[in-house]
């Protein structure tokens, strides 16, 4: 029997959070957790949290006055009680490794099966397409959006109900010991990197410290557990096998265990290919377009398989996944444009994949135009990176190029110093500027494309140029 929100009293979490009742009664029972002041319905316990902006126990009075039942805190308690009510106060020394020790409790009370995804590149459309094909065949949790940090992770894990059968939660990090302390809450049963690539070096110390930190999750684990490895990956195999673990792969090597062969590129439609496992095969199709997609595949379908799902549903989740809005979501626009929304965020190698994505895509008809953000938290690789993404720009044949940012004229350079004409390669100074350029140069057919880091907000450039094309029909 899993715990169930309404029921959970100030009593049962105390042992689990290490932390001491200081107010109220511990019969107290919570309807729900909740680290927003702001939205906390009625009944609900409130946590506090330390961010680099706000203090969360500034904001414990306007918690109680919407009715919080509780409160996780770290210092005294100095806003009033209001009248009538009496919350229960339950002090912590740590509020954010307090949430992740219940989160890790709460896992453990439903006893489902877990399995937790990371990597530098996929791991969000990995994990959307193992729930697709996981759902079809019983209630599964997710984490919802992008919730993976050591703060959405557990608040994903809190939300599991007795009606889950399983979970398949997404794992990033920014820094090194993240993914262990991670991997340490879900205990997952089955831990599944995607790759190792350049994201995210500044806090970790460069590339080397990306594979560190990411095998993490193999050090962690628990020996029971089952590791996924992306079997194309050999600096990641190399890595993890000292930690001694059950490991199996994926990917289109000889060798893997789960492998795609017969890779089929049916441009705007999707991706075909072959899945070899257990010496059978099934045929798949995706309907997103991108053949870098099936690497994402191979490894959902690994997770559903070795979840014992059933090979049909592998067929019937992948056919109907759709795509993730600002992961190479196509946008059809008036005059025949299409809107390539890559805008969530972006490295090195997943926006070189995209640009040479679009060019399949492309197959000669209408030309290609990109805006390009920076790509954020690379360190000292950051000039480097940018000049190389220009240059893969102007070999894939972008026929204007428009870059924004600290390092727009880095991607430039780069693309001139690759033979792109001066006049069809610039920077821009705003996204509202990027948006009005392109809505000039575009014509009837083209592709556009738009990928930056998630702090260029290219989004916004997107929601512009759909206004300004939708309002000319």
């Known amino acids: 029997m899993g715990f169930r929100w309404g029921d959970v009293t100030a009593r049962d979490i105390l042992t689990p959070l290490g932390g001491s009742l200081v107010a109220g009664s511990p019969d107290t029972v919570f309807s729900g957790i909740s680290t927003d002041s702001r939205k906390i319905p009625r009944g609900y316990l409130f946590w506090v949290l330390r961010g680099e902006r706000h203090d969360a126990h500034d904001f414990v009075a306007d918690a109680l006055e919407k009715g919080a039942a509780g409160v996780v805190l770290e210092e005294p308690l100095k806003a009033r009680i209001p009248e009538g009510s009496r919350p229960a106060v339950i002090k912590v020394p740590d509020t954010l490794k307090a949430l992740g020790d219940l989160a890790g409790w709460w896992r453990q009370g439903h006893g489902i099966p877990v399995a937790a995804v990371t990597g530098s590149v996929g791991k ?240 000669g008809e209408g030309r290609m135009i990109a805006g390009i953000g920076d790509m954020l938290e690379l360190g000292d690789e950051t000039p480097a990176a940018h000049r190389e993404a220009g240059a893969v720009a102007a070999e894939v044949g972008i026929h204007h190029l428009l870059a924004i940012g600290d390092y727009a004229r880095e991607v430039v350079q780069g693309a001139l110093e690759r033979g792109i004409a001066a006049d069809r390669a610039e920077v821009v100074g705003s996204r509202e500027e990027m948006a009005s350029r392109i809505r000039t140069i575009v014509k009837d057919g083209d592709l556009v494309l738009l990928k930056g880091s998630r702090g260029m907000a290219l989004e916004r450039v997107v929601d512009l140029l759909r206004a300004a094309l939708e309002k000319e029909t």
Do not use: W
């Not at 993914?179 to 879900?186: C, G, V």
């Open 124 to 363: 969000t459309t990995t994990k959307e397409m193992a729930a697709a094909i996981l759902q079809l065949g019983a209630p599964t949790l997710k984490n919802e959006g992008n919730l993976n940090n050591l703060i959405g992770l557990p608040l994903t894990l809190l939300s599991m109900e007795e009606r889950h059968r399983r979970a398949v939660v997404e794992m990033g990090m920014n820094r090194a010991g993240e993914i262990a302390r991670l991997t340490e809450i879900a205990d997952p049963d089955i831990g599944l990197i995607t790759n190792v690539a350049k994201a995210h070096l500044e806090g970790v110390g460069g590339e080397e410290g990306v594979l560190r930190a990411k095998t993490e999750m193999v050090e962690k684990i628990s020996a029971r557990s089952l590791v996924l490895l992306n079997g194309d990956d050999k600096r990641l195999l190399e890595a993890s096998l000292p930690f001694g673990k059950r490991i199996k792969t994926f990917g289109t090597g000889r060798n893997c265990d789960f492998r795609g062969t017969g890779i089929r590129n049916l441009g705007r439609e999707g991706i075909a290919f072959e899945l070899h496992y257990e010496g059978k095969v099934l045929s798949l199709t995706l309907g997103v377009p991108g053949t870098q997609h099936v690497a994402n595949a191979l490894a959902a379908c690994a997770i559903a398989l070795s979840l014992g799902e059933e090979p049909e549903n592998l067929v019937r989740g992948l056919e109907s996944f759709r795509g993730i809005k600002g992961r190479f979501m196509l946008l059809p626009l008036p005059r025949g444009i299409t809107l390539v929304d890559d805008t969530y965020n972006a490295n090195p190698v997943s926006l070189k994949v995209a640009l040479r994505t679009l060019k399949d895509l492309c197959r």
